[in-house]
């Protein structure tokens, strides 16, 4: 069954651009999604399995960047996650 997820990450830290590139990259380097990203989120086309299965282990990356700092300056992390579908197969 194939669903759509719109990410929205916001990392709670000075280099916050650096670390949502890195989770980006990421996401298309897995190859089996459609990944559109705007100014405010990102939207990963594909099947419902695989998308969980890796955003459930990129998640996790991002939160263990963070795990090893704490009190003041502790690279935490805050994602916004919305999943629609199922999606129509294409040509229906």
């Given amino acids: 069954m194939e669903i759509g997820v719109e990410i ?3 990392p709670l830290q000075a280099n916050f651009a650096t670390r949502i590139k890195a989770f ?3 996401l298309r380097a897995a190859g089996r999604f459609k990944v559109v990203t705007t100014s ?3 939207q990963v086309i594909g099947e419902y399995d695989e998308i969980v299965a890796v ?4 998640m996790r990356t991002v939160f263990a960047e963070g795990a090893g700092t704490s009190g003041e300056g502790a690279a935490q992390a805050v994602f916004l996650l919305k999943l629609f579908g199922p999606l ?3 040509g229906s």
């Fill in 40 to 42: 405010l989120s990102t």
């Fill in 24 to 26: 980006l990259d990421r």
């Fill in 55 to 58: 955003l459930a282990s990129e």
């Fill in 88 to 90: 129509a197969p294409p």
């Fill in 8 to 10: 929205s990450l916001y």
